[in-house]
């Protein structure tokens, strides 16, 4: 009998515990295996100490770790939380739990690539990037950098994109916004696109692929999201002959650009080379703009996106109307890196 009741009292122990530290806000992220989302993480933890409330930030293994963040969202909307903020990996896998936290009353709200297509009302608002025209940003200074190589091309020439996936709307939304800028540049000279690669890409861009455009975009998207095989994408294009220009969309994909490049020496800013451009920071990337081997990168400012979460989920949870917070972006490279204003955004 001894026994049982200190089993008993334990368990008791252990669910006071729990209850006593259970956190004020949940917030379900995309992963941690970038270190894009532990800046997130950081801007939200230094919010959150500013405020005077706690949050659990939480994501799955990897970005294709579908039924992982869901089990996390359950286990957020199980908390009881005053408000939960969400980048999901694919909205359709988060429908059931997130009509429950509208059952509920829990407040939700989106970050990063947000909750794309999630019922009306679902999502209060979003803190992100605006992803299209982070993309667009790419595409200008990449089109600057070789519109004198498309002009004295006899024949055709090749951009190549790097993306990550064809299903998170962030990544998605810059490799459209970079097609689409691309177009728009390329028709005020005069020249048509032609459009090769995955589906969604071609499908989705607002670009009129052109069979016999002199510049052809040509968008690979590997079948799982894996180093490896994004690098082995990003090796195919910088092996084309007619290849002038390659966009990593994330992360992930730029820094498959350059192991790719690694053995190839392919890319840079020199007569003849690949010029390439990337998106997001982290250690591996500065250290290719640095150096030349990138013309540059997008950079979003994932502290400041971390910040905005928690303001918005407080605001949420006390009935205050909310609203969407673009949390911008710059263009970085070897020059500016260095600025305080770009600087603050670089992490490693």
Request: with cysteine; hydrophobic share 45%; proline share 2%.
């Amino acid at each position: 009998m001894k026994k049982v009741l200190v089993l008993v009292l334990a368990l008791m122990l252990v669910f006071s515990a729990t209850a006593a530290f259970a956190a004020d806000y949940e917030i379900v992220s995309k992963g941690f295996q970038h270190q894009y989302w532990q800046a997130v993480l950081k801007g939200s933890e230094q919010k959150a100490a500013e405020l005077g409330v706690t949050i659990n930030f939480v994501g799955p293994a990897n970005e294709s770790a579908y039924d992982e963040q869901l089990s996390q969202l359950n286990s957020a909307i199980n908390a009881a939380p005053k408000a939960i903020g969400l980048a999901a990996l694919s909205t359709e896998t988060c429908l059931d739990a997130i009509a429950d936290a509208q059952k509920k009353g829990i407040p939700i709200i989106g970050f990063d690539s947000g909750v794309p297509g999630a019922p009306e009302g679902a999502i209060l608002a979003n803190a992100a990037t605006n992803n299209y025209n982070a993309g667009a940003l790419a595409a200008e200074k990449v089109y600057e950098a070789i519109a004198d190589r498309i002009a004295a091309a006899s024949g055709s020439v090749r951009i190549g994109i790097s993306a990550q996936d064809a299903v998170s709307d962030s990544v998605v939304s810059r490799g459209l916004g970079f097609i689409d800028k691309i177009g728009e540049l390329a028709a005020a000279d005069g020249y048509t696109i032609k459009l090769e690669g995955n589906e969604r890409y071609v499908t989705d861009a607002q670009v009129e692929s052109d069979d016999a455009g002199k510049i052809i975009i040509e968008i690979l998207v590997p079948s799982q999201v894996t180093a490896e095989l994004s690098a082995i994408d990003c090796q195919n294009l910088l092996n084309k002959t007619d290849i002038i220009a390659l966009y990593g969309s994330n992360q992930h994909s730029a820094e498959a650009m350059v192991t790719a490049n690694e053995n190839l020496q392919k890319l840079g800013t020199g007569e003849g080379q690949v010029i390439g451009a990337g998106f997001d920071s982290g250690a591996v990337i500065k250290a290719a703009v640095a150096d030349g081997t990138f013309l540059g990168a997008v950079t979003q400012a994932p502290v400041a996106m971390g910040e905005a979460l928690v303001e918005l989920l407080v605001a949420a949870s006390n009935g205050e109307t909310v609203a969407d917070v673009d949390t911008g972006c710059q263009w970085y490279t070897a020059e500016n890196m260095d600025d305080p204003e770009i600087a603050q955004n670089l992490y490693d």
